[in-house]
């Protein structure tokens, strides 16, 4: 039976006049701990000397925050992973409401004020994010992780209808949410599954082996290229670095926006570095490469970011890093002798 409801209505007027609503979590009847805090290495990052200098600014985090994370050497304490129960949660065009509180889901939520909504009786198990929503890069890194608690935790629901590669992961990954824009749910969980402990790289090492088996076939490297996707990088000198790599150390030289996700598997599984411009796009050979691989991220030396250093060094993986020269906040251009010479610090 479709209800209505004004909640999102009375929530879009609050925000209007400025008010801040909290978050749904500090509705939770019920709080529970899934896994430990642990402890993670944050490794230095392999890179010549002279490269971090370059770095003029930053994204996601300060420079200082960005130069230590890749200066590394020092333990970081990971929050633990909690669980979380609500009651009567009403989910509207991508906004969870409990009372006053509200979490966004996507991004452009919240356009219509007022709306129906079925009553859900299930257990329902909500895993997706803002972030992953409006990055796939995190929806792959996190939200598919995440997924695997909500699979155990009750009915695994989600707002956004997959694009892209993301049904092709979907079906690898056995990941078969319900996907609703408006229900009323009488029990829902969420999850606090933030950090990067000991549980979650449990669950990345499940996922590598989900996508590139046990023992997939190795090869020196891959290059994916970025090219003009997401935000602007724009590396000059793409093609003439991966076709060097290509002739040089025999790396595959892939797109990712145009391969099937079978062939990106075929690239990446067994890569023994993963190698790119900064973004997203390595977010695909980083989940899947194998243990003891190691990342080559090319970084704009106006735009640096840290964030995937947070996978590799969860997973206990390298990461090298060449910072670009020269150009404007859109473009730039790597020195391919550095880039040879940064491979050779393994």
Not at 72 to 77: E, I, R, T, V, W
Not at 282 to 293: C, E, I, K, Q, T
């Amino acid at each position: 039976m479709l209800r209505p409801f004004i909640r999102p209505a009375m929530h879009g007027v609050s925000r209007l006049m400025g008010a801040k609503s909290q978050d749904v979590l500090t509705r939770a009847v019920e709080r529970w701990e899934i896994a430990p805090a642990s402890m993670v290495h944050v490794r230095p990052a392999l890179a010549l000397s002279g490269q971090m200098e370059r770095i003029r600014g930053s994204e996601f985090g300060s420079i200082e925050e960005v130069l230590r994370d890749f200066r590394g050497g020092f333990d970081s304490q990971q929050a633990p992973t909690f669980g979380y129960r609500l009651s009567n949660v009403l989910l509207m065009d991508g906004i969870l409401h409990s009372g006053s509180t509200a979490r966004h889901l996507r991004p452009g939520a919240g356009r219509r004020p007022l709306g129906l909504a079925p009553r859900e009786a299930c257990r329902a198990a909500m895993y997706e994010s803002w972030v992953g929503n409006r990055w796939f890069g995190n929806w792959l890194s996190d939200d598919c992780l995440t997924y695997r608690l909500a699979e155990n935790a009750g009915v695994p629901m989600a707002t956004m209808v997959p694009k892209g590669h993301r049904p092709s992961y979907e079906r690898r990954l056995a990941i078969t949410p319900v996907r609703t824009r408006a229900t009323l749910f009488d029990e829902l969980i969420l999850f606090d599954d933030r950090s990067h402990n000991a549980h979650k790289r449990a669950r990345a090492d499940d996922m590598r082996r989900r996508l590139a088996g046990s023992e997939p076939r190795r090869h020196p490297g891959v290059f994916l290229l970025r090219g003009a996707t997401g935000e602007k990088r724009v590396l000059r000198n793409e093609r003439a670095i991966a076709d060097h790599l290509a002739a040089r150390h025999g790396f595959t030289v892939l797109d990712p926006t145009t391969a099937a996700l079978d062939k990106i598997v075929a690239a990446c599984g067994g890569a023994s570095v993963v190698a790119g411009v900064e973004g997203s796009h390595l977010v695909h050979g980083l989940v899947m490469m194998p243990p003891d691989a190691r990342a080559l991220v090319i970084q704009p030396p106006s735009r640096a970011v840290a964030v995937l250093k947070l996978l590799t060094d969860r997973q206990q993986q390298d990461y090298s890093l060449v910072v670009g020269m020269g150009g404007d906040d859109d473009a730039f251009h790597a020195d391919i002798d550095e880039i040879n010479r940064t491979l050779d610090l393994a």
